[in-house]
């Protein structure tokens, strides 16, 4: 997986975007001395990152292996937001798991050595904007546009609009991670989601 990269065409569309509903006038490149273009760019970066760390279906992965280096430790790379021990598998109970510069630590055992390799963890990515959802990028695009809004503009009507708008992105974005992640009132079979708390099925299965 590569790291979150700057400056593509989609990113400009999506600025521009942002722009437009602010009343200003599209630009052609990302060129950071245009204090607006800044504003917004740096805004939908800053969502961008907000929305993904809430963990959605097409981000998040369970009980995913991560290998130790020489030094029996785990470095976390920056392209993860989160990262926490699967609690369904066995090698890592007794144990908790924080960040901690950079890397992965026991907070039981005060230590950044981990004993057993892999280490099976719960992870949620952060992905480049071009490998986003289509309807994750339209809400994050709402949403860093209202932002912006309040920023630059302070037009009170304005914001109310371009809030409104955030609303029907964000409602289908819901729809889109209802869609793909199966979700149903009984729970999730282990292994296919982290939800761990009363799951009905568990007991209607026997």
Known sequence: MTLPTSGSQTELQAVNQILASVGQAPVTTLEQTNPDVAIAYNTLLEVSREIQAEGWTFNRECNYPIKTNKDNEIVIADNIIQMDLCKHHVDNFGKDAIRRDGRLYDRHKHTYKWD????????????????????????????????????????????????????????TMMEYETTQGNYTMFGFPEGNNSYVTYQPYQALRR
């Open 116 to 171: 057993n390799s892999p280490v099976y963890v719960d992870i949620t990515w952060l992905f480049n904007w071009e490998d986003l959802p289509f309807p994750h990028r339209d809400f994050i695009t709402s949403r860093a546009a209202a932002i912006v809004s309040s920023r630059i503009v302070g037009d009170s009507t304005q914001y109310q609009i371009l809030s409104q708008k955030e609303g029907i992105a964000r409602a």
